[in-house]
């Protein structure tokens, strides 16, 4: 069975990397997100020798490092050509998720008692078979590598690293890239470092200098972004936080951060667009079964439990610090998305050792439905729908003429097809946060005449009434507008 797994598992990774082989239609869609088009038009202007730009003038710091710079590795080798760029993206993206895949086997096949290869070969699998990493993993944005880079941590923890300098600055090292992937990775740093202050009490002098050791690689390896965020931008926090940011207790923000923390918990069962409380019914049977089998069989991992602790230690506080502050509880799912490193490890392992004849038709359906759904992606079809911004890109090319700048608050997949596109979210334009309110003040004094978005976004930026202050609605397709500014 071990070998009919793995060679599942090596399908399903030749039908990942095979996305990049895509139409052009279907590979500028989903599973991009309007954000990963943030992204991706960054690393396309870094390959291009346009620095740190969203348009090749304005710096920015609004996107998480690490990936991006991949990326743009990746727009370099194609030239800097659009398409070439983005095949080189899925393929990335491909192997950072096969990279995930095999970390996670390793973990699976030491926390599994019994059944170690068994559970190893079924954790690839699963991971690889998980839909929802299709939404997570290809979006542009670095929510692979995270995974991926917390699996590679978890790796190095569960060793023999203490007492050792070389092992405590790889661990440190790894999570430096870690921070790079994604910065709220530093709340995962203060507490495994505070975790062997704790463990050291007996010893202090030993775990203040492991905490030195580990802490000060972190810091030492993500420096670099911090010192351009001070220095470039007055702080460390990328302008992506602070155009998201509202402090805020709200039931909708609660039940968003409930469904989120349901989905990483069952992470195969997904429904993308199609979201519903069968779906959310489904996992919370799913999550009782396998409760119910780990208590049946008084089933504890063999190693990787302290780990797992940690990482559910960190994602407490981050948990409750995005519910307060971060207003885009859409994201809530990406936000969470490490905790289901939990379930992809233990789940297999648990199977393998207490419920090995549920193995084969689970893994014989998962596959089945993860091959027909990359078919189905191969072609530009996804649960997950086609990309509403597309209506957007074709308003604005249909009413504004070329080469004039147009204004967006959502100019993620606008930006990254169309020149001369101005942000005025703040997510990836820092000049654009000081004029939240009068946003109109803001287009008059750069002298930009287009604005076309949705119309939740004309009416935060442009006002109820947007002809008082100057704008006149030209053009409307679905839920996009495009105006256009009365010169006075």
């Not at 304005?58 to 690490?66: A, D, E, I, S």
């Not at 005025?424 to 004029?435: Q, R």
Request: aromatic share 12%.
């Amino acid at each position: 069975m071990t070998r009919s797994l793995r060679l599942a598992a090596a399908a399903l990774a030749a039908g990942y990397f095979a996305l990049a082989f895509r139409g052009i239609d279907a590979s500028i869609d989903t599973p991009i997100a309007e954000d990963g088009w943030y992204a991706l038009t960054i690393a396309r202007n870094i390959a291009n020798g346009a620095g740190v730009t969203i348009d090749g003038e304005t710096w920015t710091n609004g996107f998480q490092p690490l990936f991006t710079f991949l990326q743009a590795a990746g727009f370099a080798l194609a030239g800097g050509a659009t398409i070439p760029g983005l095949r080189a993206f899925y393929a990335l993206a491909a192997l950072v998720h096969v990279a995930g895949a095999l970390l996670v086997a390793g973990l699976a096949r030491d926390a599994a008692r019994e059944s170690r290869d068994l559970a190893g070969a079924l954790a690839g699998l699963g991971y690889l078979a998980a839909i929802k990493a299709y939404n997570d993993f290809y979006t542009g944005l670095e929510t692979g590598l995270q995974l991926a880079l917390y699996a590679l941590v978890w790796r190095f923890y569960a060793g023999d690293w203490r007492g050792h300098i070389g092992r405590e600055a790889r661990l440190g090292v790894a999570l430096g890239l870690l921070v790079l992937a994604r910065i709220d990775g530093a709340v995962f740093v203060a507490v495994l470092c505070a975790d062997e202050l704790r463990r050291g009490r007996g010893a202090p002098v030993d775990a203040v200098r492991r905490c030195f050791v580990v802490g000060g690689a972190a810091v030492l390896v993500s420096a670099p972004w911090w010192l351009y965020n001070a220095l470039v931008f007055g702080h460390p926090m990328p302008t992506s936080g602070f155009a998201q940011q509202e402090t805020l207790i709200s039931l909708e923000r609660t039940l968003s951060a409930l469904r989120a923390l349901g989905t990483v918990a069952v992470p195969w069962i997904f429904a993308g667009a199609h979201e519903n409380d069968l779906a959310a019914a489904a996992r919370a049977l799913a999550l009782a079964a396998l409760c119910a089998l780990a208590w049946r069989a008084r089933w504890r991992p063999a190693v990787g439990a302290g780990f797992a602790g940690l990482l559910l230690a960190a994602y407490a506080g981050l948990v409750v610090y995005y519910w307060l502050t971060f207003f885009a509880d859409w994201f809530y799912i990406r936000y969470f998305a490490p905790l289901s490193l939990i379930a992809f490890v233990y789940v297999p392992a648990l199977l393998a050792d207490a419920a090995r004849r549920a193995i084969a038709p689970l893994a014989a359906a998962a596959t089945a439905a993860t091959a027909g759904f990359l078919a189905l992606a191969w072609i530009g079809w996804s649960p997950f729908g086609a990309s509403a911004h597309h209506e957007q890109v074709d308003l604005v090319a249909a009413h504004v003429p070329a080469g004039a700048a147009v204004a967006a608050g959502q100019s993620g997949t606008l930006g990254f097809l169309r020149e001369r596109v101005v942000n005025v979210d703040g997510k990836v334009n820092p000049e654009a946060l000081v004029w939240r309110g009068r946003m109109w003040d803001y287009l008059n004094r750069r002298g930009i005449e287009w604005f076309a978005d949705s119309t939740w976004y004309v009416e935060l930026y442009l006002g109820l009434d947007p002809e008082a202050v100057g704008w006149r609605l030209v053009a409307q397709s679905g839920d996009f507008t495009v105006y256009r500014r009365v010169r006075p």
